[in-house]
């Protein structure tokens, strides 16, 4: 980069840290001007405070790291693999990634996991689809259609991340969600029950966004009214059980992923899509197969 | 003028799925500074081959999609007003695809 003339563009201060070199970038946080290496020193800093004082870890324990090569969770492999060094947390760490079987979308991204193996010396393990239900995305996209197939996605996600850690024999799995991600997650459990959840969820992040735009805070704003939230005393929370059929974690009788897989199984794949419960709920509706054969399409083509 | 324009955070995808574009622009007429609001037209009707939208909304970049003008924040340079010059290299991240 010419310093000299990209200098002229920011040149009327230096970065409110070091007073030294020029800003790269306007924290949303504090709004302070703040340049490259001042902002990893603090980003990394705070991390560290944050797993410090909520005693997130335990010296000796073994700790997953969800990997999808995406750019969160790369970040997130190096700070904690950094961490880790830096200040002696004394944990084993490990990636792990799961591969949807969908093709041509993760195999970019899966070599960039590659790549974090390779950087931060940190053993990786990929479970697929495939091996841990017996059906690929691509397999269920020529099932079910493109409609609803994000929740089987999805679901199946959630779980592999858990069968992967009880694979890998870890303590705790560390995943990549930002600031966006929780804000968003807020705003879809206020709207839940007002509204359809596939209709409002790609307009959530988009409000946030624009939300970010006026108020740079807003998003932080958001998650500290979801941590705020008090819930009537009448309210029936969710427990946490396990499922009767897997034994990973569900809050029903058979968690949504075992539903949905019998569904699959069976030939029913509406089988816990949308209000019908399916076998949590006794009754169960007879539904046509779609067996129109629809090209899968990664989600990064229909939506980003 | 000589720029260098890089797509990313799935931003590719709009454009034939090349990241990198190197790209000449001509300063509008009767204008003496390229800024980035006539770039970021230029980059629409030249560029963008599908789903404009995704990239704009109004006259700027959609909101999640972080513009840096030689690795510096657009923000700090004054967004749309920023100016241009000869072999600037300007960034475009989508933040809204998956992480």
């Known amino acids: ?304 | 003028m000589q720029l260098t324009l890089e797509f990313g955070g799935g931003l590719e995808l709009l454009c034939d799925s090349v990241k990198i574009h190197s790209v000449n622009v001509d300063l509008p007429a009767e204008e003496k500074k390229l800024t980035m609001k006539h770039l970021l037209a230029w980059v629409r009707s030249n560029l963008i081959k599908e789903r404009p939208e995704m990239f704009m909304k109004g006259d700027t970049v959609r909101p999640g999609v972080l513009v840096l003008v030689n690795d510096c924040d657009w923000e700090l340079s004054g967004q749309l007003e920023t100016t241009l010059e000869d072999k600037d290299v300007v960034v475009f991240i989508s933040t809204l695809h998956g992480g």
């Open chain 1, 1 to 304: 980069m010419e310093a000299s003339h990209g200098g002229d563009k920011g040149k009327s201060r230096l970065c409110s840290i070091c007073n030294q070199r020029r800003p790269a970038l306007k924290r949303p946080k504090t709004l302070q001007q703040i340049c490259k290496e001042c902002f990893y020193e603090v980003f990394e800093e705070e991390i560290h405070r944050v797993i410090v004082d909520n005693k997130l870890f335990k010296p000796g324990e073994r700790i997953a790291i969800g990997a999808s090569g995406g750019k969160d969770s790369t970040v997130l492999a190096y700070v904690m693999s950094e961490l880790n060094r830096r200040h002696n947390y004394g944990l084993d760490l490990f990636l792990l990634s799961v591969d949807e079987g969908i093709t041509g979308y993760r195999d970019d991204s899966l070599e960039t996991v590659k790549r974090n193996e390779v950087q931060y010396g940190l053993p990786l393990k990929v479970v697929s689809y495939k091996d841990l239900y017996g059906w690929t995305m691509d397999e269920i996209v020529k099932m079910i259609g493109l409609k609803n197939n994000c929740t089987f996605c999805g679901v199946f996600r959630r779980q592999a991340l858990d069968r992967g850690a009880a694979l890998l024999k870890v303590d705790k799995l560390a995943t990549g969600h930002n600031a966006d991600d929780i804000a968003e997650t807020v705003l879809l459990n206020i709207l839940r029950g007002i509204y359809s959840p596939n209709a409002y969820r790609g307009f959530a992040r988009e409000f946030i966004k624009d939300l970010e735009r006026i108020r740079p805070r807003a998003i932080l704003d958001i998650i500290k009214s979801g941590e705020d939230f008090r819930i009537a005393t009448s309210t029936k929370m969710p427990e946490q059980g396990t499922c009767q059929r897997c034994g990973y974690i569900s809050s029903q009788k058979w968690c949504k992923a075992c539903v949905l897989l019998e569904g699959l199984n069976r030939g029913l794949p509406k089988l816990g899509i949308g209000r019908t419960r399916g076998v949590n709920s006794e009754h169960r509706k007879n539904q046509q197969i779609d067996t129109k054969n629809i090209q899968s399409k990664p989600c990064g083509t229909l939506d980003f």
